[in-house]
């Protein structure tokens, strides 16, 4: 005896109910292909204005991930001077303002470094801040630290 499903009454019953319910179906009628196109018309500028809000926040946060590199790498550099007490360039007193120069690390990025001498309690100390800026986003990084003269 053979399954019910090899049997071949019920596989000709089964195309029977196929071709039956194919038949039984239409096309799409004019007021539902109008719903259809209203429907997508409605929602379909939002999403699209969300995409693109989307894309303009991405490339900002990478042009903000950019600056805050070379605004943290020219800091290291000083502070890397400051430790150098070896040659002539390092140490607390060559730490001054305009001798480190104004930078252009990548098209579009410029780099400035402002040096503060100032005296506290008694205390010499360097108020050093970076500035990274990238016009073309209105980025701006500024990073700020403080170096003591610990000789003095």
Same mark, same amino acid.
């Given at each position: 005896?053979? +399954? %019910?499903?090899?049997? %071949?009454?019920?596989?000709?019953?089964?195309?029977?109910?196929?071709?039956?319910?194919?038949?039984?179906? #239409? %096309?799409?009628?004019?007021?539902? $292909?109008?719903?259809?196109?209203?429907?997508?018309?409605?929602?379909?500028? +939002?999403?699209? @204005?969300?995409?693109?809000?989307?894309?303009?926040?991405? /490339?900002?946060?990478? $042009?903000?991930?950019?600056?805050?590199?070379? $605004?943290?790498?020219?800091?290291?550099?000083?502070?890397? *001077?400051?430790?150098?007490?070896?040659?002539?360039? %390092?140490?607390?007193?060559?730490?001054?303002?305009?001798?480190?120069? *104004? @930078?252009? +690390?990548? $098209?579009?990025?410029?780099?400035?470094? *402002?040096?503060?001498?100032? /005296?506290?309690?008694?205390?010499?100390?360097?108020?050093? #801040?970076?500035?990274?800026?990238?016009?073309?986003?209105?980025?701006?990084?500024?990073?700020?630290?403080?170096? /003591?003269?610990? *000789?003095?």
């Amino acid at each position: 005896m053979k +399954p %019910g499903w090899l049997n %071949g009454g019920d596989l000709k019953m089964r195309r029977e109910r196929i071709v039956r319910f194919l038949k039984k179906q #239409e %096309g799409v009628s004019l007021i539902e $292909a109008i719903i259809l196109i209203v429907v997508l018309a409605v929602s379909l500028p +939002p999403i699209s @204005e969300l995409l693109q809000e989307s894309l303009f926040s991405s /490339v900002r946060m990478s $042009a903000l991930n950019k600056a805050s590199f070379y $605004a943290q790498q020219r800091l290291e550099q000083i502070v890397a *001077d400051y430790a150098n007490t070896v040659s002539t360039s %390092g140490g607390y007193e060559n730490i001054v303002q305009g001798y480190y120069e *104004d @930078e252009v +690390p990548e $098209a579009g990025f410029n780099t400035h470094v *402002d040096i503060v001498t100032s /005296v506290y309690n008694g205390i010499n100390y360097k108020e050093i #801040e970076i500035t990274c800026s990238n016009p073309q986003s209105d980025q701006v990084v500024r990073l700020k630290t403080w170096i /003591v003269d610990l *000789d003095a």
